[in-house]
T-cell receptor
Framework: GAVVSQHPSRVICKSGTSVKIECRSLDFQATTMFWYRQFPKQSLMLMATSNEGSKATYEQGVEKDKFLINHASLTLSTLTVTSAHPEDSSFYIC????????????FGSGTQLSVL | GQQVMQIPQYQHVQEGEDFTTYCNSSTTLSNIQWYKQRPGGHPVFLIQLVKSGEVKKQKRLTFQFGEAKKNSSLHITATQTTDVGTYFCAGWRGGGNKLTFGTGTQLKVEL
């Protein structure tokens, strides 16, 4: 099956700093990337959807200036949490939609962000 | 907006007992998917159901899509400790551009 590599797996940062999370599709072209956020023991909440070469579409309530998404190529998408605060601490997961795999999503391993 | 609810939220069973989680959508779904997330891990695709009333089996797992395509269920026969995790149903919305996850059912299996 298709593999999505997400990096870093865990990051601890000081309040006010920015953190970049990378998501790469290793052996396929990701036509669409989805970024989810998950709090402990809760479901995955869609933050934004991005297509290669175009601006991301953000879900209602998600600040696009705070969560910057770049999908520069068919194999790479990044999420940058700008000026992170403790309330941004969460598990962030990317997922990719691939040609030839119908509507199945392939997930990265996730990034646990802790903001002190 | 579309809401996808699952019950129960938690389930503890003894190994060997059966387990069922139910998924209900506020709107009709074109199809439904099921994912499993192990503790500390990421969601892994299990199956997709498309047709009204469809039933699919994967070894001890049985998936069903309701006739009205608004609900679904996952049944595990004779649970094992390897079945531990959270099971999510998910449905596409926004013209098939956004996958919305259900609230999830956390399964714990005790020896």
């Amino acid at each position: 099956g298709a593999v999505v590599s997400q990096h870093p797996s865990r990051v601890i940062c000081k309040s006010g700093t920015s953190v970049k999370i990378e998501c790469r599709s290793l052996d396929f072209q990701a036509t669409t990337m989805f970024w989810y956020r998950q709090f402990p023991k809760q479901s995955l909440m869609l933050m934004a959807t991005s297509n290669e070469g175009s601006k991301a579409t953000y879900e209602q309530g998600v600040e696009k200036d705070k969560f910057l998404i770049n999908h520069a190529s068919l194999t790479l998408s990044t999420l940058t949490v700008t000026s992170a605060h403790p309330e941004d601490s969460s598990f962030y997961i990317c997922s990719a939609r691939a040609r030839g795999y119908d509507e199945k999503l392939f997930f990265g391993s996730g990034t646990q962000l802790s903001v002190l | 907006g579309q809401q996808v609810m699952q019950i129960p939220q938690y389930q503890h069973v003894q190994e060997g007992e059966d387990f069922t989680t139910y998924c209900n959508s506020s709107t009709t779904l074109s199809n439904i998917q099921w994912y499993k997330q192990r503790p500390g891990g990421h969601p892994v695709f299990l199956i997709q159901l498309v047709k009204s009333g469809e039933v699919k089996k994967q070894k001890r797992l049985t998936f069903q899509f309701g006739e009205a395509k608004k609900n679904s269920s996952l049944h595990i026969t004779a649970t094992q400790t390897t079945d531990v995790g959270t099971y999510f149903c998910a449905g596409w919305r926004g013209g098939g551009n956004k996958l919305t996850f259900g609230t999830g059912t956390q399964l714990k299996v005790e020896l």
